[in-house]
């Protein structure tokens, strides 16, 4: 499927008010839109309220999203427009007395996503990734890879990788799942807890 | 009925569009559904480099989106 479909089905059923559709791309696109927003503020109680005042816009918002640009795309403009609005509005707001201000920011930079169990966390999905995709049968392995890293339809990994359509489809989920299982002791505990 | 090997088709774009309403349904009724597409987000981001920060990210922004409705006459880059 072309980049330009990416996402557009479920935005179209979104669209519709199908909320489930929604929830799925949020939970696809959050984490990346965090990335991009850290880019224009600093601490993580301010990157997480951007990020949610976007995804509050982008809902309100859904009918004017007509598909001339990617759905991310598009949730990425109305982020830094958003972010941008917020520097405006801190560059302009009266400041508090010094006392006050440096209390302040000792409450924002003790946000949740700071803590050192989000760290280690953070730290150790992407160690446990990394060396699962490593541990990949190959073909598995370059099905995942042209796919995630390279954002290759599965019609184009199947003409690289000279096999069929449904040969990718299951290389690619097979490839998924058995990253997931080197995930599961670290994601169990919270099981129930993320979505 | 709807598999996990589907939700990783929907999760590439790559379902048929006689089986999208199926597959996003099964999120709603089947949390074994959810918690798939969440941990493919996972390995995705994690391979792009994108950090996964606490667990009750996506549950806050849930909470506050239950309140809003979509607005036809709204243009989030007109505000």
């Known amino acids: ?195 | 009925m709807v598999t996990t090997e589907a939700i990783s088709e929907l999760f590439d774009n790559e379902i048929e569009p006689n089986r999208l309403l199926a597959v996003v349904g099964s999120v709603e009724h089947d949390p074994s559904m959810r918690e798939r597409w969440t941990v493919f987000t996972m390995i995705s981001d994690a391979m792009a480099g994108v950090p996964w920060p606490d667990d009750g990210y996506s549950l806050r922004l849930f909470e506050r989106l239950r309140g809003v409705e979509i607005d036809p006459d709204y243009n989030p880059l007109k505000v």
């Open chain 1, 1 to 195: 499927m072309p980049e330009d479909m990416q996402d557009i089905a479920l935005v179209r059923l979104a669209q519709g008010g199908d909320r489930r559709a929604f929830e799925l791309l949020v939970v696809r696109h959050q984490r990346r839109l965090a990335r991009f927003v850290s880019r224009y503020v600093r601490t993580p109680q301010e990157v997480e309220d951007l990020v949610q005042e976007a995804f509050l816009k982008v809902y309100r918002g859904l009918h004017s999203f007509r598909g001339e640009s990617t759905f991310s795309t598009w949730l990425h403009r109305i982020a830094g427009h958003t972010a941008q609005n917020y520097l405006d509005y801190m560059r302009l707001r009266p400041r508090a007395p010094a006392g006050d201000a440096e209390n302040e920011s000792v409450t924002e930079m003790s946000g949740v996503e700071n803590s050192p169990e989000n760290i280690l966390m953070s730290k150790q999905i992407a160690e446990t990734v990394s060396r699962a995709i490593d541990r990949l049968p190959a073909v598995e392995r370059e099905a995942l890879v042209l796919r995630e890293l390279e954002g290759l339809s599965y019609e184009q990994i199947a003409q690289r990788m000279q096999c069929p359509n449904t040969t990718v489809r299951t290389r690619v989920f097979r490839a998924r799942e058995r990253v997931a299982q080197e995930l599961e002791p670290l994601l169990q505990p919270t099981r129930g807890k993320r979505w």
